[in-house]
């Protein structure tokens, strides 16, 4: 369960900008949509879930863990897949990279590579292991990107609009990915049609959170909105 | 794109060798190369690359994918030598620098990046003691090798938008947006190293 409450933030610099003004929401659900136009704030709310951007006023928690107080904590439990997976593939080649975040975690390698490997396989990209990370398409980098979270074993994942940089094929196959995951599910997102099936959809405007209802409820209001 | 340095997988004596052994063959050839001043001790080293690369059994191409960039430097120390120091000078410096790199580059390709982080990490663990982490710095050295590509990338990237707006006579066109862009993209890997659990 993640707990948004009165959460304002405002940038310093270039001048004070806010970015998110008042939200207060209590997100349950397992597929949870995230839209708006760009620069309404929803990346930052995005970022607010794991505690990478600790805001200015108000709290968040997931679980019980206050994203200001136990950022580790939060983000042992709390993935995050970014728009751009070139930012997020940390290792030169695809194995090492889906190795990384099982670094410190008191496995043995061979429990390492049978996570690595169970991961890779379940994104197809068994094939590429040991293949440099730079060489893969770039639906491949954002399923390894995928992978590499994911194995970790989050119990949430946040995805920063993971499908912008795809053609239609690549964006489907991350969908179906995403779809079948087991994990609680906040998914920032342009491609509307990713959001069928979600249980509940956030609108953001202009800095705050409009609309909050089932998705085809909310896409209407956001279609309305860009008009 | 590159292919310069990466991993190549294998089942050759080279590739089973540890990664600490390498690394320590590859800074006792460092040091030693100093003690190098005949063409035919640079002979010597090139056969004993040589050799490494074929029982490492890494195509040619690859050889020469890692000798390729050095090109341009080897010519100009090679000149300077040639008229300050004479040619035999020249052999040798030259070779020296090749032969090392062709050495680095085989190490590189017969070793995960990852098995070589543990190998540093392992030799800077004493650092503990003076509160330095080794496993950040291994980090450091992954990271380093990782961005080599991507910042490749950008470069080939802002060549091709140069290309199309009719600017390639402009540096300052191609290095501002090449410098502003890595500098976002180090933004961006900070915020995911956050992410992905790197300050645990």
């Known amino acids: 369960m993640i707990d948004v409450v009165g959460v304002s933030h405002v940038y310093d610099a270039p001048g004070r900008r806010t970015v998110l003004q008042d939200v207060t929401v209590r ?18 709310f995005a970022r607010l879930l ?40 940390v290792m030169p080649t695809v194995r090492e990279d ?44 954002q399923l390894l990107a995928l992978a590499s979270v994911l194995v970790t074993e989050p119990s949430i994942l946040v995805l920063d609009e993971p499908t912008t940089l795809l053609d239609l094929r690549n964006a489907q196959r991350v969908g179906d990915h995403v779809a079948a995951l087991e994990q609680q599910v906040l998914l920032v997102t342009h491609h509307l049609d990713l959001l069928d099936g979600f249980d509940r959809v956030l609108v953001f405007d202009e800095a705050r959170l409009v609309h909050d209802a089932p998705p085809d409820e909310a896409v209407e209001h956001y279609r309305k909105l860009m008009r | 794109m590159s292919t310069l340095g990466l991993y190549r997988p294998g089942a050759s004596p080279v590739h089973r060798l540890p990664a600490g052994v390498k690394l320590a063959g590859l800074v006792a050839a460092g040091a030693g190369s100093v003690l190098v001043d005949r063409p035919w001790q640079v002979a010597a080293a090139f056969v004993i690359v040589a050799l490494g690369y074929l029982a490492a059994r890494v195509p040619l191409r690859l050889l020469l994918a890692q000798a390729r960039p050095l090109l341009w430097v080897l010519l100009i120390v090679g000149a300077f030598h040639l008229l300050v120091n004479g040619w035999q000078r020249a052999v040798v410096v030259t070779g020296v620098i090749l032969a090392l790199v062709l050495l680095a580059g085989l190490v590189t390709l017969t070793s995960r990046t990852s098995e070589l982080v543990d190998a540093l990490v392992t030799v800077l663990a004493p650092l503990r003691r003076l509160g330095i982490d080794p496993q950040r710095i291994g980090l450091l050295l992954a990271l380093a090798i990782r961005s080599v590509f991507v910042v490749l990338q950008i470069a080939e990237e802002v060549r091709d938008a140069q290309r199309a707006r009719g600017l390639t006579a402009s540096p300052r066109a191609y290095a501002v947006p090449l410098i502003i862009r890595s500098l976002r993209h180090a933004d961006e890997l900070g915020e995911a190293l956050v992410a992905r659990g790197a300050d645990d």
């Open chain 1, 27 to 44: 997100m349950t659900e397992r597929r949870i949509g995230i839209i708006g136009a760009n620069g309404s704030g929803k990346s930052t």
């Open chain 1, 50 to 89: 794991n505690g990478l951007v600790v805001p200015t006023y108000g709290t968040v928690s997931v679980n019980g863990l206050d994203t200001r107080a136990d950022g580790r904590a939060v983000r042992k439990q709390v993935g995050f897949c970014f728009t751009n997976p070139d930012a997020q593939i």
């Open chain 1, 98 to 141: 889906v190795a990384f975040g099982l670094r410190r975690r008191g496995l043995t390698k061979e429990e390492v590579a049978v996570r690595v490997d169970s991961a890779l396989a379940r994104f197809d990209l068994a094939d590429h292991a040991d293949h440099p990370a730079h060489l893969l398409s770039g639906g491949q980098k």
